[in-house]
Nanobody, 123 residues
């Protein structure tokens, strides 16, 4: 069973930064795509970013381009989402997910999900 565990969430002031981590285990992730999503209360799950474990091109949602950066530590099977210039509307539960499709942007292509980590941005 593939397991994904997010961490790094918390409360941060508007304009601040947080780094989220996604730890993957239970499979071979060398050719697997990893995506980040978030879901705020009363809203649909939203795609944020996607990349392969080995690097290469990344895809970002328009809402986070220029503010969020996704990167990887392949040796540790870790994926990170560096978030800067945070806004109150960024408050949500953030999830990482794994797919055999690379750079997928829809949640239906992701077979494995973490439990999420909550981010709260105060004004």
């Amino acid at each position: 069973q593939v397991q994904l565990v997010e961490s790094g969430g918390g409360v941060v002031q508007a304009g601040g930064s947080l780094r989220l981590s996604c730890s993957a285990s239970g499979g071979d992730f060398t050719s697997v795509g990893i995506g980040w999503f978030r879901q705020a209360p009363g809203k649909d799950r939203e795609f944020l970013a996607a990349a392969s474990w080995g690097g290469g091109a990344s895809a970002y949602a328009d809402s986070v381009k220029g503010r969020f950066t996704m990167y990887r530590d392949d040796a540790k099977n870790m994926v990170y989402l560096q978030m800067t210039s945070l806004r109150p509307e960024d408050s949500a539960v953030y999830y990482c997910a794994a797919s055999r499709r690379l750079l997928a942007t829809t949640e239906g292509t992701y077979a494995f999900w973490g439990q999420g980590t909550r981010v709260t941005v105060s004004s």
